[in-house]
């Protein structure tokens, strides 16, 4: 069964944008990015440009072994 996994992140540089682009297209499963009322495939970086990257972004990762992924990208999660 499918689990849903949701974390606010934060890129703070375009380099940021396309290090972590690099790492969710290693992953087999969806990742969503959302902003506002925008919604982007999180391997894309032609939708990541789409995004306000001066906000929080809602990561939306649909899996059930998401571990290895979110230890990649533990610097953008933004801890409460």
């Known amino acids: 069964m499918e689990t849903i996994t949701v974390v606010k992140i934060h890129l703070v540089t375009i380099a940021d944008l396309y290090n972590f682009v690099a790492v969710a297209s290693k992953y087999d499963f969806d990742i969503e990015l959302k902003s506002?009322?925008?919604t982007v495939d999180g391997?894309?970086?032609m939708g990541m440009f789409c995004l306000d990257l001066r906000e929080e972004l809602e990561l939306t990762a649909h899996t059930d072994s998401s571990d290895p992924f979110f230890a990649e990208i533990a610097n953008y999660i933004v801890k409460a």
Do not use: A, D, E, Q
Request: proline share 0%; no cysteine.
């Open 36 to 38: 506002g009322r925008y």
């Open 43 to 45: 391997k894309s970086i």
